[in-house]
């Protein structure tokens, strides 16, 4: 094969592998099992989406400044927990990306929550792709300290390295 018909099939398996990449790791983040970016990572237009749809979905409960509702540790009469804040007073930074995730889109039940748990939490699958959902964590994040970023970070880490 001529010189020239050489260097068209490596550029033609070059750009097919580097789609392939792209493919791969847009499934990767926002497909099934997708392993998530770093909230850290999301960019000023990201965090003024997960704003909006923070006070939109989730304000209502969890407080516009994240502070959740008065004694979100003591049950309700009806047996079910406050909402929680999301602030550094809550526990929400105790959580790995992908267990956030998945709380938010398949609400606060197995494998989040145990059996038979009751909560007012909802499930946002349907309601919110997952890119929303990112971009509210992402959102959430951003209001917490360093100190706190830098622990759900490192918890991040961990977990991913066990799955």
């Not at 997708?34 to 989406?49: R, V």
């Not at 502070?67 to 007073?89: E, F, I, M, V």
């Not at 956030?100 to 909560?119: E, F, H």
């Amino acid at each position: 094969m001529p010189r020239r018909g050489l260097r068209r099939v490596w550029l033609w398996l070059a750009l097919t592998a580097a789609a392939a990449l792209a493919l791969a790791g847009w499934w990767n983040v926002f497909g099934p099992g997708a392993a998530l970016p770093a909230l850290s990572a999301a960019n000023a237009s990201q965090l003024e989406l997960g704003g909006q749809l923070y006070r939109q979905h989730c304000a209502a409960c969890h407080g516009d400044r994240l502070q959740g509702q008065t004694d979100w540790r003591r049950r309700k009469p009806d047996g079910r927990l406050p909402a929680p804040p999301h602030d550094d007073s809550g526990h929400t930074w105790h959580h790995p990306d992908a267990v956030l995730m998945s709380i938010v889109r398949d609400g606060l039940r197995p494998p989040n929550a145990p059996p038979g748990y009751q909560s007012d939490m909802p499930a946002y699958r349907g309601q919110l792709d997952d890119q929303q959902i990112w971009a509210v964590l992402a959102y959430i994040a951003s209001q917490w300290s360093q100190a706190s970023r830098e622990h759900q970070a490192r918890i991040t880490r961990m977990h991913s390295q066990m799955h």
